[in-house]
């Protein structure tokens, strides 16, 4: 399974160990950022950033620190789908 064939929007995908997979495949490290500060919406946030070049920062937002870190991941994954097409 590659990034570029992934469908990303499946339900009950693990994208924070998709998101691994793929750093430890590509030589990149994976830093999550959690945020203490709650949305207005109550919501949990998180950062995740890739030690890729140039560094990329995403954000998810969840019920839960996990929700946000799955979030942040998808939100990366579709990032490194996006800098991946040809």
């Known amino acids: 399974m590659t990034i570029t064939t992934i469908a990303l929007n499946a339900k009950d995908f693990n994208f924070v160990q998709f ?12 830093t999550y950022v959690d945020i203490e ?18 560094v990329a920062v995403c954000f998810g937002t969840g019920k839960t620190l996990k929700d ?9 994954l579709e990032y490194l789908k996006i800098m991946t097409k040809k």
């Open 19 to 30: 998101l691994q997979d793929i750093a430890t495949e590509q030589s990149f490290e994976v």
């Open 68 to 76: 946000a870190q799955a979030s942040a991941a998808h939100h990366a």
């Open 37 to 54: 500060e709650k949305t207005l919406s109550a919501n949990c946030q998180c950062l995740v950033q890739l030690s890729t070049l140039p």
